[in-house]
């Protein structure tokens, strides 16, 4: 199980949305690199990034910000937003990105992912937004007619790396993970499931480390990370613990 603290890129800076609405922004940190370095000093292992524009845009757009995260710090990242095609998955992963988020294409073109996934072994995830039960792609504007489980099922065997599960009524807003839908991909699929979207507090980890969630391969933790909700060293204790049993 690991912890993934999340940095969300708009214009440059680090903010966290509620509810993937672009108008409902807090901007935590003006320094990106900075912010990274923080989280690698407070012990965290493996950083989630997205380039938020870059969802709506289709393409990247805070590149200059992303490049200096992985020039300041030594953790993996895995990198999501306005990833969808060959040469932009090809570009993060000569820059050093460890493995890249595709969402909105894992809907419109999964063969774009099954082959990544035989290029890059390990290295292709799908990020699939649910919204009442069904995916949302463009940077979570579009709301297609598909399940999670029905996405996620395209791509067994085809060796990608992990699902993110994210709840998008639940993003930015506190409320706790929905870990009974998230359960219950992973209990459903041979990939690997990350949680994502309210991980709100202490009582949030210690669910993530319960029995019926054993088969999760970690969660995403944003704003309550970043206002204080969350005491970092304490969840990164209590997840290096149950690891180690």
């Known amino acids: 199980m690991i912890l993934f603290p999340a940095i969300d890129l708009k214009d440059g800076v680090c903010v966290r949305l509620e509810q993937g609405d672009m108008g409902r922004a807090t901007v935590f940190n003006r320094d990106a690199a900075a912010q990274a370095m923080g989280f690698a000093a407070q012990g965290f ?10 969802a709506f845009a289709g393409r990247p757009v805070n590149a200059c910000a992303i490049e200096r995260i ?29 493995r890249v988020i595709i969402g909105t294409a894992a809907v419109k073109d999964p063969e774009l992912v099954r082959g990544a996934a035989r290029e890059w072994p390990n290295r292709i995830a799908v990020g699939l937004d649910a919204r009442n039960g069904r995916v949302a792609v463009h940077g979570w504007a579009e709301t297609s007619d598909l399940s999670a489980l029905e996405i996620a099922r395209r791509f067994e065997d085809a060796g990608v790396a992990a699902i993110i599960h994210t709840d998008i009524s639940r993003d930015g807003v506190l409320k706790g993970l929905n870990l009974d839908a ?41 704003r309550a990370l970043y206002d204080g909700r969350l005491n970092a060293a304490e969840a990164l204790r209590l997840m290096r613990n149950a690891r180690a049993q």
């Open 45 to 54: 292992e493996y950083l989630h990034v997205v380039d938020l524009d870059g």
């Open 70 to 98: 992985l020039e300041s710090v030594p953790l993996p990242v895995q990198l999501g937003g306005g990833i969808r095609d060959r040469a932009t998955i090809a570009t993060w992963l000569e820059k050093g990105v460890d």
């Open 182 to 222: 998230t359960i219950s991909l992973a209990d459903a699929i041979a990939i690997p499931v990350i949680a994502s979207g309210g991980l709100a507090s202490m009582a949030d980890i210690r669910q993530l480390l319960e029995p019926r969630a054993k088969r999760l391969a970690g969660a995403i933790a944003g």
